[in-house]
């Protein structure tokens, strides 16, 4: 018998085992394509080919590209020595929107060395802000709000239902994510004195969580 004589009976011999294998039977001469192979008892289902199943002519619309995702059009600020600790203002809308206009975490919080050097977690940053501070800071860059009325409303009910009194809003509850949800430690942003320094347990955002005074440090131990 020839060489190719071999491999044609070869691979004949292992397409029937195939067939057999998965349950059918090879097709027999004058078999219709979309006929369904025949069925071995106590074998697997033959495989089907939905012939009728539409084809994807176009790729799926590519979802809307993240804050850190937008090129920058200009100098951006170095935010790489807070990003270590503070790795979830890596994507934040008003931490990176900041940073593409050259403004970092320190022109807000200031340098902060002792904070960042500070690896019990102790120390606050040299600049805090307390609801009644932010605005205030904000308008030092910010001179004006052209947001229509509507969009303000809607995006207040949206981001901030619980707040009825329209005077206890601040630009904060309307832009970016700014706030840590959980803590272990917590600071009087005023006084930058430690209220609540507790180690593995998660603390709610300030208003979240009812109003903290300052825990007595237990006898023998310090806070």
């Not at 018998?1 to 097709?27: H, I, R």
């Not at 006929?35 to 084809?55: F, I, M, N």
């Not at 060395?113 to 605005?135: F, G």
Request: charged share 30%.
């Amino acid at each position: 018998m020839k060489y190719g004589n071999w491999m044609t009976l070869s691979v004949l011999a292992a397409a029937t085992a195939l067939a057999f294998a998965w349950g059918g039977e090879p097709e027999k001469p004058g078999a219709k394509p979309d006929d369904p192979p025949a069925k071995k008892p106590g074998g697997l289902p033959p495989l089907k080919v939905d012939r009728s199943a539409p084809l994807m002519l176009e790729e799926p619309p590519e979802p809307k590209p993240g804050p850190a995702a937008r090129k920058p059009t200009g100098p951006v600020a170095d935010n790489s020595p807070c990003l270590c600790c503070h790795t979830n203002y890596e994507t934040e809308l008003l931490a990176v929107t900041h940073a593409h206009g050259n403004v970092g975490c320190i022109k807000c919080h200031g340098l902060s060395y002792a904070h960042r050097d500070d690896e019990d977690n102790a120390i606050p940053p040299d600049v805090m802000y307390w609801p009644e501070r932010i605005e205030k800071a904000c308008e030092e860059c910010h001179d004006e709000h052209d947001a229509p009325a509507r969009q303000v409303i809607a995006r207040w009910q949206e981001r901030c239902p619980k707040k009825t009194d329209p005077n206890t809003l601040v630009c904060t509850d309307c832009h970016g994510q700014h706030r840590l949800k959980f803590r272990t430690v917590w600071w009087d942003k005023k006084t930058r004195k430690l209220i609540v320094r507790k180690e593995g347990q998660r603390i709610l955002m300030r208003h979240d969580r009812p109003k903290h005074k300052e825990p007595e440090p237990a006898e023998g131990k310090d806070m």
